[in-house]
C-alpha cells in the first residue's frame, strides 16, 4: 500500500482514539459523583430502614410521596429532565441490588391509597410535581400530604422480578392486584400535553380496569388527570396543559397503543374487546371524563378570571382623580 494510505489510517486512529479520550474523560467526572451519591443515600436510606423485607405483590407495596420527591431531590442534578428509563437503571435498580427487592420495600412500603398510571418516557421532575399537586389536592382528615401512598410500577414492582410481576395471565399481574385490592381511592394518571400513557397498551389496560372499578365500586374515585400543574378534574392545572391534552386526546386512537411485548398487546387489546365491546366504548368513557374534566377546569378558570376582574376594576375605581370644582364652576385637578 502507498505510504500516503498508511499516514491516513495512523492519523484516523489517533484521532479517534483522542475523541475517546474526551469522551471519557468527560463522561468519568459525573460517574464518580454518582456512584458517591448512592453510597451516600444508600446509607440514608439503611439508617431508616435498616432491614428491608420482602412485601406481597399489590397494594401492600406502595411508596409514599415524600420517599418519591426525596428521591428525586437528591438526585435531581443527575436526572435533570431525564425520564424513568434513566432513574430505574442508573439510579433504583443500584441501590435495590443488594437486597433485589422493589424500590418501595428497599425505602419501607406502604399500604396503596391511589394506583399511578404513567409512561415512564414521562421527565420524572413532572411526574413527581404531579403527583404532590394530587396529594396536596386530595389529601382528606388532617393526614400530612406527604404521606399520601402511591402504587406506582417503576417502585413498586420488583425489576429482578419482572416475569413474576406481570404473572401468567392479565389477572395476576401486580397492576391488576393493586389496582382491584379494594384499598385504592382511583387512579391517577399523569400526563402532559402529549398524553404518551394512552399510546401505551399497559396504561390501556389500566384504563379498562379503572372504568370497570368506577361502575362497580361506589366509593371508587376513577379517573384523575394529572399534570405537574395541578389535577384537572378540580379545574386546577393549566389552560395551556388542559388544551394541549384536549387537542391530543381529540384524535387519539386507543387500538395503536402499544406495548414492548407485543403477546402483551394482544391479550390487552383482546380484553378490551370481550369486556368493553371495543376500543370505541373505552373511548367515549375517556372523552366524557376529559369533558367533565375540562368543564371543571374552564369553571375554575372563569371564577379566577372574574375575581381578578373585580380586583382590578375596584382599583381603578379607588384611583381615579377627584375633581374639585370652584364656585366659578371650573374645575381644579
Not at 489510517?9 to 459525573?30: E, S
Request: proline residues 3%; charged residues 20%; positive net charge.
Amino acid at each position: 500500500a502507498p505510504l500516503w494510505w498508511r499516514d491516513v489510517v495512523i492519523a484516523t486512529g489517533i484521532f479517534l482514539v483522542g475523541c475517546a479520550g474526551i469522551v471519557w474523560r468527560r463522561l468519568r467526572p459525573q460517574t464518580g459523583r454518582l456512584v458517591m451519591a448512592l453510597d451516600v443515600f444508600g446509607a440514608r436510606l439503611r439508617a431508616a430502614n435498616p432491614r428491608p423485607r420482602p412485601t406481597p405483590r399489590g397494594a401492600e407495596r406502595a411508596i409514599k410521596v415524600a420517599q418519591v420527591l426525596e428521591l428525586y431531590e437528591f438526585f435531581h442534578g443527575f436526572i435533570r429532565n431525564r425520564n424513568m428509563y434513566y432513574v430505574e437503571p442508573n439510579i433504583t435498580h443500584r441501590l435495590t441490588k443488594r437486597h433485589q427487592l422493589s424500590y418501595a420495600e428497599l425505602v419501607g412500603a406502604s399500604r396503596a391509597m391511589w394506583f399511578v398510571s404513567h409512561f415512564w418516557g414521562t421527565p420524572f421532575a413532572y411526574t413527581c410535581g404531579a403527583l404532590e399537586k394530587h396529594a396536596v389536592a386530595y389529601c382528606k382528615g388532617g393526614m400530612d400530604w406527604r404521606n399520601t401512598a402511591y402504587w406506582i410500577c417503576t417502585f413498586s414492582n420488583n425489576q429482578y422480578k419482572v416475569k413474576d410481576e406481570v404473572g401468567a395471565t392479565l389477572s395476576e399481574s401486580s397492576f391488576y392486584l393493586a389496582l382491584k385490592s379494594g384499598y385504592c381511592r382511583g387512579t391517577c394518571m399523569v400526563l402532559d400535553d402529549r398524553a404518551f400513557p394512552l399510546t401505551r397498551s399497559w396504561c390501556l389496560f389500566e384504563l379498562l380496569n379503572t372504568f370497570q372499578l368506577s361502575e362497580l365500586q361506589s366509593t371508587f374515585e376513577g379517573l384523575l388527570l394529572c399534570s405537574n400543574t395541578g389535577v384537572l378534574n378540580v379545574g386546577e392545572a393549566s389552560v395551556d396543559v388542559c388544551i394541549g391534552i384536549a387537542k391530543k386526546l381529540s384524535t387519539l386512537r386507543l387500538q395503536d397503543a402499544q406495548a414492548s411485548v407485543l403477546a402483551d398487546k394482544e391479550l390487552i387489546d383482546n380484553l378490551v374487546v370481550d369486556e368493553m365491546g371495543g376500543f370505541s366504548v373505552v373511548e367515549e368513557k375517556l372523552l366524557s371524563n376529559l369533558t367533565d374534566a375540562l368543564k371543571k377546569a374552564q369553571e375554575a378558570t372563569d371564577a379566577k378570571f372574574n375575581e381578578m376582574n373585580q380586583k382590578v376594576s375596584a382599583r381603578v375605581h379607588h384611583n381615579e382623580p377627584r375633581s374639585e370644582r370652584s364656585s366659578g364652576g371650573s374645575v381644579c385637578v
